[in-house]
């Protein structure tokens, strides 16, 4: 069972909005153990680099000049994922960047069916606790002392030891390919959208009023006293 973990750094939080995706790193897993390969990869995003979005990532706009612009190297990122499920933390995100790269420059976009999101998983199987991956770094042992910066790579590499645990702990790694594949899948449902009715507004008509106060006038020594209504 052959899958990739992956991260991207991006220019903001948009592909729509004009944001485009400026590096990604891939960690390839077999029977979700490591097998050593990676793919990690710089683009020149053909806008500039936001100083927000500079400060969480430090890439900057020097350092990507010279760097090759996505549709030109995407080739060599394609034959790396193959057909493989793609496991992303908060997946839609990573998802939104790569799926509009590709269609940008002409590629069959990545099916959702594809997608493995360690953050729904997180929260489904810790409901109330932290999911950030720093948060399950923690939670799970895993070293980032060496994290100064978000970077794709060092990011994808510290998902797939997050992952590995998620999905049952390191020992998984060490039974029969046949045992392995009878481990629980999991499948993130595409979020249908809600719809938000507008609040309703309850007020009594003159009518209910007037005829309140004609109740209440009939009542003998009610407890709230009469005064209340004066």
């Known amino acids: 069972m052959r899958e990739i973990v992956f991260d991207t750094e991006t220019t903001g939080l948009s592909f729509a909005g004009g944001d485009r ?128 910066l978000h970077g794709a790579l060092l990011d994808a590499q510290l998902l797939a030891q997050v992952y590995v645990e998620l999905m049952g702990g390191r020992q998984i790694g060490l039974g029969l390919v046949s045992d392995v594949a009878a481990v629980e899948s999991v499948q993130v449902a595409v979020r249908k959208p809600v719809t938000v009715r507008p609040p309703r507004t309850f007020r009594a008509s003159a009518t209910e009023l007037a005829a309140h106060a004609a109740f209440v006038a009939k009542l003998q020594d009610p407890l709230w006293g009469v005064e209340a209504f004066e």
């Open 21 to 148: 995706l400026v590096e990604i790193g891939c960690v390839e897993m077999v029977n979700r153990v490591e097998t050593g390969r990676t793919f990690h990869a710089y683009y020149h995003p053909e806008r500039g680099m936001p100083a927000e979005a500079q400060a969480v990532h430090g890439i900057t706009e020097a350092f990507l000049s010279d760097k090759p612009k996505f549709a030109d190297a995407v080739h060599d990122l394609v034959d790396f994922l193959g057909d493989a499920p793609l496991v992303a933390h908060n997946a839609g995100f990573d998802f939104s960047f790569l799926n509009g790269e590709l269609q940008k420059c002409g590629r069959p976009i990545v099916h959702v069916g594809r997608m493995v999101d360690t953050l729904q998983i997180a929260r489904s199987r810790h409901p109330g606790a932290k999911h950030t991956l720093d948060a399950l770094c923690s939670r799970f042992g895993v070293d980032r002392s060496h994290r100064v």
